[in-house]
Structures are given as C-alpha cells and as structure tokens.
C-alpha cells in the first residue's frame, strides 16, 4: 500500500486544508475588495500581497492556495471515508502537489526575507501549513511503494 494512515492524519491533513482555504480566501477577498490587508504583528501584509511576485501569469498566488487546499481537503475527506478508494496514482498526485506546496512556500518565504524585505503573516501561516501538510504526508508515504510500480 503506497499510503497508510491513520483516521487522525487524515483529519489532520483535511482541517490542515479548510484553514489554508481560509487563508488564501481571505487574503483574496480583501485584495479583490481593495480594503488593506492588516497584520497582526506589525508586518506589511499589503506591500507583499500586491508586489510583482504576488501573481504567476497575471493569476493571482491566492487562486492558486484556494484550488490546491480545497483540492487537498477533498480527496482527503474522500480518503477518511474510504479508506481503500484512492487510487495509486492519485496518492502520488498528493504527494507531488504537497512537494510542490512545500517548495514553493519556501521560495515565497525567501522573497519576503530577502527580496522584499517585508512580511506578511497570513503568508507565513499558509507557508506553516504547507510545511506541515508536507511533513504528514512524506512521513506517512511509503516510497517502496514506487520502486514496486515500475518494477511490475
């Protein structure tokens, strides 16, 4: 089995992706209803959510949160209640969009520490639930797993 968790985990990881919904939706609305985005620890969330590297393609990066967590919380509430009905393949899609999440959080994190020079703490949650759904789901994937898909 490529991926064994607990009830818990999956729980986890589905809470983990409603919050980061939350987050990135937020932060949407408020830049769509042009109202300033207040930090709560004396950040410049509004200087970093509408700076250049705020868009990939001219689409907004909250878009892109929204579809990924609301995605993630999908297929792990699917998950939760059926336990054996997640195919192979689609185990490995979470595991390569959590990759994915993960690196990228890191890249945006670096911009604000280094490039900006400005912060922005709902960014900084969104990364932290990045990682921290990254984290559950490497740590929970069984990577023998791939070695016996190619080999069959």
Known sequence: M??????????????????????????????????????????????VVHSSYSEFMHIPLEIFGMIYYALLSLFYLVFIFTPESLPNFLVSILLLGSI???????????VQIFILKKGCSLCFVSAFISIVIFILTVSNYNFSSIGETFVR
Do not use: E, M, R
């Open 2 to 47: 490529v991926f064994s968790i607990g009830i818990q985990i999956k729980l986890a990881l589905f809470l983990l992706g409603l919050c980061g919904f939350w987050v990135a939706q937020h932060i949407y609305k408020q830049k769509k209803a042009n109202q300033p985005l207040v930090c709560p620890i004396g950040f410049d969330c509004n200087a």
């Open 100 to 110: 994915g999440a993960f690196l990228f959080s890191l890249y945006l994190i670096f």
